[in-house]
């Protein structure tokens, strides 16, 4: 039997705008967001320069944004009326969102509970050797007022009975992760994607993961047994989240 929230399916993707997608989810009915949005990278330019090579970066359409303060506002403020009282959102960025993702949501209400840092074992080094290796990504951890979850035994069950700091390191998204097609900034399921949910969520919870891609926050919480619901525009990213759902019948 489908599983309704609101007007929506639960445990399906839609090919919607995050904004239009997220203003039919009712107040108060989202446990946990993770959300993995354009960190509009590909506005500072298509290549660096250096030693006479080009390195590419980010250039993707969906991560280029005009207005990206107001786009960022928006969509964490319907991740706020969403959420329900003590729910929390999970938001990665970099150095070039993550600051303005931290004030806006300090401005709209949440409390911020930590950061965590995924430290990437194995990160493209710094070609042009004027910076230091970017082997980092950050997550936000915040929550709407009290009576967030943070699921403390499972967290000494991952770190030998201590409770774990908030430095999760693995290498970058292995290639197995990869066989039902590519995006470019795709987020590691297992050692990353999957101790978050356990962390900040329960079996049967409702997770919102604003910005599909290629599924990974959602093959997460399916595997783990929570309902999800996402949005995405590009249906091409839709169909690799959808064979990676599917293959967990199978191969997971
Ligand atoms: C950083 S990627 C998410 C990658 C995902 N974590 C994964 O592991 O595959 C962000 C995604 O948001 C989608 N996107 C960008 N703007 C959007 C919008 N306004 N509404 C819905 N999806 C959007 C992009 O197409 C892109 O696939």
Redesign the pocket.
Not at 16 to 19: G, L, N
Not at 36 to 39: I, Q, V
Not at 210 to 217: A, I, K, L, N, V
Not at 231 to 234: I, K, M
């Given at each position: 039997m489908k599983k309704l929230l609101g007007s929506l399916e639960l445990n399906r993707i839609y090919q919607?705008?995050?904004?239009e997608g997220m203003k039919m989810i009712p107040d108060n009915s989202i446990y946990l967001i993770i959300a993995?949005?354009?960190?509009n990278i590909g506005k500072k330019g298509n290549y660096l320069e250096a030693n006479d090579h080009k390195f590419r970066t980010v250039k993707e359409d969906?991560d280029t944004i005009e207005n990206f303060e107001e786009f960022t506002y928006k969509w964490l403020k319907e991740s706020y009326r969403v959420l329900r009282p003590g729910g929390s959102i999970l938001s990665y960025g970099t150095k070039h969102n993550i600051y303005m993702t931290g004030y806006l949501m300090d401005q709209i209400g949440y409390e911020i509970r930590t950061e965590y840092t995924w430290n990437k074992t194995n990160a493209a080094p710094c070609w042009t050797g004027r910076n230091p290796t970017e082997s980092t990504e950050n997550i936000i951890w915040a929550s709407k007022g009290k009576g967030w979850t943070y699921n403390l035994h499972y967290a000494k069950s991952i770190n030998d009975g201590k409770n774990i700091r908030n430095v999760i390191t693995t290498s970058l998204t292995p290639q197995r992760e990869k066989e039902y097609g590519k995006?470019p900034?795709?987020?590691r399921l297992e050692g990353l994607t999957d101790i978050l949910i356990n962390l900040h969520s329960n079996q049967g919870d409702i997770v919102l993961v604003?910005?599909?891609?290629?599924?990974?926050?959602i093959v997460g919480a399916q595997m783990l047994n929570r309902n999800w619901i996402s949005?995405?525009?590009?249906p091409e990213?839709i169909e690799t989240a959808n064979k990676r759902l599917d293959s967990l019948y199978i191969d997971y």
């Open positions: 919607r705008d995050v904004i993995d949005p354009p960190y969906w995006h900034t795709q987020k604003p910005f599909c891609g290629s599924g990974t926050e949005f995405e525009t590009n990213y």
